[in-house]
């Protein structure tokens, strides 16, 4: 029997989950099928449940479900528990093992494929939803000089730095809060790429060296690469790199196999072109 794999979002159609994990099977000659699952805003929990039934062995998580994912969840392991945010689902009869990858995902897209070091530079992280949840304590792992989160709703901010208080010091706020300073690594990690739009982002917080890195990711650079662009900003990279190595993560947590990932970014970001 082919094991059967997920991932499950809304919107999901854009996703290249399926395309980076049927590289990883041929790659590591492993017997697996995977599928994007469109779930109702309001039928997560069915669409897992549905799946799990089928024989489904685990699933990814995406927008706008990683909270609810936490939720359901029935065993953590460590990095999601700090989260409080799930993106991998692993089953195993009545176990829903709910971890998070997409911090390691981030990281080592950062530091080793973009080869751009955290440790002594100041962080902005725009956004404070599930995404920025799973990637907080691996940034602070990295030891930064400074990690700002910021967000539409100052209080979401808040709440995150709350939160993880025990873990490493975090300023908070609205972005117009950060008006005036500036930092090195930039990470969008709100969904306003997927609708073609803008964070009210201050056009000075950019350093002259400044990374800036979007979570998503299209065929074009988003609108965030193309303000950080015109701002200066001379590094720009989107997602597809943090979407290989989060995946090659989950990869690892279910097949304990940890692939290449190396190729199948280079397959990815040549497709485009």
Do not use: C
């Not at 994990?21 to 549905?50: C, K, M, N, W």
């Amino acid at each position: 029997m082919t094991d059967r794999y997920a991932v499950v979002g809304n919107p999901v159609a854009h996703s290249k989950s399926p395309l980076i994990h049927a590289a990883f099977a041929r790659q590591t000659h492993q017997d697996l099928y995977y599928e994007a699952i469109l779930a109702p805003l309001d039928g997560f929990i069915s669409a897992v449940e549905i799946f799990r039934q089928q024989g489904g062995k685990g699933m990814n998580i995406t927008v706008p479900f990683k909270l609810q994912a936490h939720q359901l969840a029935n065993e953590l392991t460590e990095r999601a528990r700090v989260a409080q945010a799930v993106n991998t689902f692993k089953f195993e009869n009545e176990t829903i093992l709910g971890d998070n990858t997409d911090g390691a995902g981030l990281i080592r897209d950062i530091t080793a494929n973009l080869n751009f070091p955290v440790y002594g530079k100041r962080v902005l992280l725009m956004g404070a939803g599930g995404a920025s949840r799973g990637v907080i304590l691996p940034l602070l792992q990295q030891q930064p000089a400074l990690l700002a989160v910021a967000n539409r709703t100052p209080r979401k901010a808040l709440d995150l730095q709350q939160q993880f208080a025990t873990h490493g010091q975090i300023s908070a706020g609205g972005y117009l809060d950060f008006a005036g300073e500036q930092f090195d690594i930039i990470i969008n990690a709100t969904a306003a790429s997927l609708n073609d739009d803008l964070p009210e982002l201050p056009g000075d917080i950019f350093a002259a060296k400044a990374l800036a890195y979007d979570m998503m990711y299209s065929t074009k650079p988003t609108r965030f690469l193309q303000y950080a662009a015109q701002r200066g900003a001379p590094h720009l990279a989107d997602g597809i790199g943090m979407l290989v190595e989060q995946a090659a993560e989950s990869f690892y947590l279910w097949r304990g196999i940890r692939p290449d990932t190396r190729a199948v970014i280079a397959q990815l970001r040549n497709s485009r072109n």
